[in-house]
């Protein structure tokens, strides 16, 4: 386990934001870094439950084995940690940054409302991993000769793809949008996870012989009838646009919108801008800095030309 009387010792901590001054001039990721000695004390508090409910069904969906790579983080060993954290997880980068984290929900420690940090060391584990090179192709040593159609190439159809390309199958993942992702690259806005955490994804992937067809639209495009006959297995890993109903009394106010829509659209945009200048925030003035997105419901004002009748309340 961490350090025996970690959990006595230390005090919860995770990262820290910008201050709002600095967040508003641009739409990247707003979290600041802990340093290595920082994340290691967090690691000591864990204390490798006899029951541990941080992982399995009532915790981490992944069975990311958390104890184990607490512990290791707070030996300072990282590239044990990391190789841990793949065991279980194609993309800890990815859950580091978005997953909701019903691990910390249902840590022991959270009786007390102090869970351990685990999404905070999980995101510095992997982010440590690419600074030293780790997250690099890993080709399979010999192929079986077996083709594989997945369709769809967000987290699923690329987990899918990874694992089935390492065990030796020629894998095509067939993409409607122009770009890899799916859900990662269209539906999350940046200031969550930036965008080239996914681009190095796909670049490993392509490393290990993984093919990528983007703006295919299987069922418009290319019948499916077609990859049947051209592969020895489908895999469906479609996900969906439909926003899910907020069942909120007043969701059907004029000027309360899904954000979906609005989610893909500036997702384009941030992408179009931050894929022609790698860097660095837009200016104020811009046109991406006078689009807003949110990850629940976009509530606007209706127009005020629109009549008083029109008019609903609204939050
Ligand atoms: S439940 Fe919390 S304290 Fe227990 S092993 Fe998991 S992370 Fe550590």
Same mark, same amino acid.
């Given at each position: 386990?961490?350090?025996?009387?970690?959990?006595?010792?230390?005090?919860?901590?995770?990262?820290?934001?910008?201050?709002?001054?600095?967040?508003?001039?641009?739409?990247?990721?707003?979290?600041?870094?802990?340093?290595?000695?920082?994340?290691?004390?967090?690691?000591?508090?864990?204390?490798?439950?006899?029951?541990?409910?941080?992982?399995?069904?009532?915790?981490?969906?992944?069975?990311?084995?958390?104890?184990?790579?607490?512990?290791?983080?707070?030996?300072?060993?990282?590239?044990?940690?990391?190789?841990?954290?793949?065991?279980?997880?194609?993309?800890?980068?990815?859950?580091?940054?978005?997953?909701?984290?019903?691990?910390?929900?249902?840590?022991?420690?959270?009786?007390?409302?102090i869970p351990v940090a685990i999404k905070t060391v999980e995101q510095a584990i992997a982010d440590k991993a690419y600074e030293?090179?780790?997250?690099?192709?890993?080709?399979?040593?010999?192929?079986?000769?077996?083709?594989?159609?997945?369709?769809?190439?967000?987290?699923?159809?690329?987990?899918?793809?990874?694992?089935?390309? +390492?065990?030796?199958?020629?894998? $095509?993942?067939?993409?409607?949008? @122009?770009? *890899?992702?799916?859900? /990662?690259?269209?539906?999350?806005?940046?200031?969550?996870?930036?965008?080239?955490?996914?681009?190095?994804?796909?670049?490993?992937?392509?490393?290990?012989?993984?093919?990528f067809h983007c703006g295919v639209n299987v069922g418009v495009d290319k019948k499916v009838s077609e990859l049947l006959a051209?592969?020895?297995?489908?895999?469906?890993?479609?996900?969906?646009?439909?926003?899910?109903p907020a069942g909120i009394p007043g969701a059907e106010f004029i000027g309360v919108h899904d954000a979906m829509p609005y989610?893909?659209?500036?997702?384009?945009?941030?992408?179009? +801008?931050?894929?022609?200048?790698? $860097?660095?925030?837009?200016?104020? @003035?811009? *046109?991406?800095?006078? /689009?807003?997105?949110?990850?629940?419901?976009?509530?606007?004002?209706?127009?005020?030309?629109?009549?008083?009748?029109?008019?609903?309340?609204?939050?």
């Open positions: 386990m961490g350090k025996v009387t970690g959990f006595l010792e230390i005090d919860r901590q995770v990262h820290k934001y910008q201050p709002a001054s600095d967040r508003i001039r641009h739409f990247r990721e707003f979290t600041l870094p802990m340093s290595d000695q920082e994340v290691e004390k967090q690691a000591a508090r864990c204390m490798d439950c006899g029951i541990p409910f941080c992982h399995g069904p009532t915790g981490c969906p992944v069975h990311n084995q958390i104890p184990d790579w607490n512990d290791l983080v707070y030996n300072g060993d990282w590239d044990g940690a990391i190789r841990n954290l793949h065991s279980t997880n194609n993309f800890p980068e990815w859950t580091g940054r978005i997953c909701p984290a019903p691990c910390e929900e249902a840590c022991t420690l959270n009786l007390e409302d030293q090179g780790h997250i690099r192709p890993m080709p399979a040593a010999s192929q079986t000769g077996k083709k594989i159609a997945i369709i769809g190439s967000g987290p699923a159809g690329m987990a899918a793809a990874q694992q089935l390309g +390492r065990v030796g199958h020629e894998v $095509h993942v067939f993409e409607r949008e @122009s770009k *890899p992702g799916g859900l /990662m690259r269209y539906g999350i806005p940046d200031f969550k996870i930036e965008k080239h955490y996914v681009d190095a994804r796909v670049k490993q992937m392509e490393g290990e012989g993984v093919t051209e592969h020895d297995a489908v895999l469906y890993c479609g996900g969906s646009e439909t926003p899910r989610l893909v659209q500036q997702n384009r945009r941030v992408g179009a +801008r931050t894929s022609s200048r790698s $860097h660095g925030p837009p200016s104020r @003035s811009s *046109p991406v800095a006078s /689009m807003w997105s949110s990850s629940a419901v976009v509530i606007r004002p209706p127009t005020v030309s629109a009549p008083p009748s029109a008019r609903a309340r609204y939050v």
